[in-house]
């Protein structure tokens, strides 16, 4: 009976860890629901999942990163700018981030700041 009782304690405790990592957040798997509708050319669909992953989780760079790039594909630069600019806040060493900005930049005329985020 001691040994059932273990079994059945490690397998709980396995199925628990598995769990906590295998599943992505609900921040994540709203970007992911984002990132298919902008394949779809859906942007008011990936705006609501971009927009929902923020507000669940401030500090979500990627979900910055991609609403920019929704921004970007209707042809609001100043608004992508403003995301990309978020998501480098967050986090620094995001080069995607940095890239997506310069080209952003470029489009719009400022050079010195492309050049700066390519560097």
Known sequence: ????????????????????FAQDSKEESLV???EFYL??????GAFG????????????????????EAYRDIGKIDESIYDYSKAIEIDP????A????????????ENKKAISDYS
């Open 93 to 96: 060493r995001y080069v995607e």
């Open 49 to 68: 999942a971009f927009n929902e992953a923020i507000k669940i989780n401030p500090r979500y760079a990627k979900a910055y990163l991609m609403r920019g």
């Open 98 to 109: 940095y890239l997506l900005r310069g080209t952003a930049y470029r489009k719009r005329g």
């Open 32 to 34: 992911k629901e984002g």
């Open 1 to 20: 009976m001691k040994i059932e009782l273990r079994i059945f304690i490690v397998i709980i405790f396995l199925s628990f860890i598995y769990n906590s």
């Open 39 to 44: 394949s779809q050319w859906a942007h008011m």
